[in-house]
């Protein structure tokens, strides 16, 4: 199984790349961990919120293969906790899934369409946290749900 994270925007602060190039490197020993990112829309001043998210959503569905489980990373999902998040993995391994695909929203959510395309729906936090953020919260997340499930020590509880 390979993950993919779909998200818009780069990540800006040196601090962040950083800390997800570090989670990166240590996933490569566990799994094919990849990140598509989307640019930013151009001229998105001149359009309505519901014209961003349709935009944005079309963008993010051009990267979906019909074969590909998607996950959305949303404040609306389910929250897990690491151990939940772990097995939810192994689980989606057992079920020999090629590819599974987490996609954060742009700043106004996702589309209708994205919803609609959406096996699961996952959030990180009731919290409200930026793209630059999630994306270093969520790398460290599957470092650490594969940590768990090979008994490494790097989790405690």
């Known amino acids: 199984m390979d993950i993919k994270l779909i998200l818009h925007g780069k990540t800006e602060e040196a601090y962040l790349k950083e800390g997800i190039s570090k989670y ?19 001229n998105a001043k001149r ?3 519901e ?8 963008l993010l569905l051009a990267k979906i293969k019909a074969t590909n489980t998607l996950v959305m990373l949303d404040e609306k999902g389910k929250v897990l906790s690491s ?9 989606k391994m057992n079920l020999s899934i090629k590819s599974l695909v987490f996609v954060v929203g ?3 959510g996702f589309s209708d369409e994205v919803y ?7 959030s990180l936090s009731k919290m409200t946290f930026s793209h ?3 994306r270093l919260i969520f790398v460290e997340q599957i470092y650490r749900a594969f940590t768990i499930l090979n008994n490494e020590p790097y989790h405690h509880e």
């Open 106 to 108: 742009g700043s106004y």
């Open 51 to 58: 014209e961003i998210k349709e935009k944005e959503g079309d």
């Open 47 to 49: 359009l309505s919120f």
């Open 116 to 122: 609609q395309r959406a096996n699961y729906k996952l």
């Open 24 to 42: 990166y490197r240590h996933l490569k020993r566990y799994i094919s961990y990849s990140e598509i990112v989307i640019p930013a829309l151009k």
């Open 83 to 91: 151990l939940e998040f772990s097995t939810f993995l192994q689980k």
């Open 132 to 134: 630059q953020m999630t």
